[in-house]
């Protein structure tokens, strides 16, 4: 088991870990270190416990709004995956004939497979936001 002195705030606080999580922890501690800069220059000293509570709370906060974020982006991945998979299958299925004269050539699939490229664009584009994110 691991121990690690963690500055939060202009306070130590020695927490104890598994070994391997050393990293994750100081990165948790930054972030809550970070909140607790800013909330002491917007208000100044503030008892140990207020601090850690304020600062709990505004990442709290940040974090259920990047949930609802990550649940909306979920959403519109589902949509566009669907717009992709009726795209692709449009784009395969043998046209059936509108005029039935014979000699006559089926629609051209360009458009259909242009739809396809488009919205694996923008799923592309949306994985790459998410991925950002999660870092």
Do not use: W, Y
Request: with cysteine; net charge negative.
């Amino acid at each position: 088991m691991a121990e690690l002195d963690l500055n939060i705030g202009g306070r130590i606080f020695r927490v104890a870990c598994a070994d391997g999580e050393e990293r994750q922890l100081e990165a948790a501690a930054a972030l809550i270190g970070r909140e607790a800069n800013n909330l002491q220059a917007a208000i100044g000293q503030v008892p140990e416990s207020r601090m850690l509570l304020m600062s709990s709370l505004m990442l709290g906060d940040r974090h259920i709004a990047l949930e609802g974020e990550l649940r909306a982006a979920q959403e519109k991945i589902r949509a566009l995956e669907a717009r992709a998979e009726r795209a692709e299958a449009e784009a395969v299925r043998p046209a059936e004939p509108t005029d039935p004269q014979p000699g006559l050539f089926a629609p051209d699939p360009a458009p259909a497979i242009e739809a396809l490229a488009r919205t694996a664009d923008q799923l592309e584009a949306l994985a790459d936001v998410l991925e950002a994110q999660a870092q």
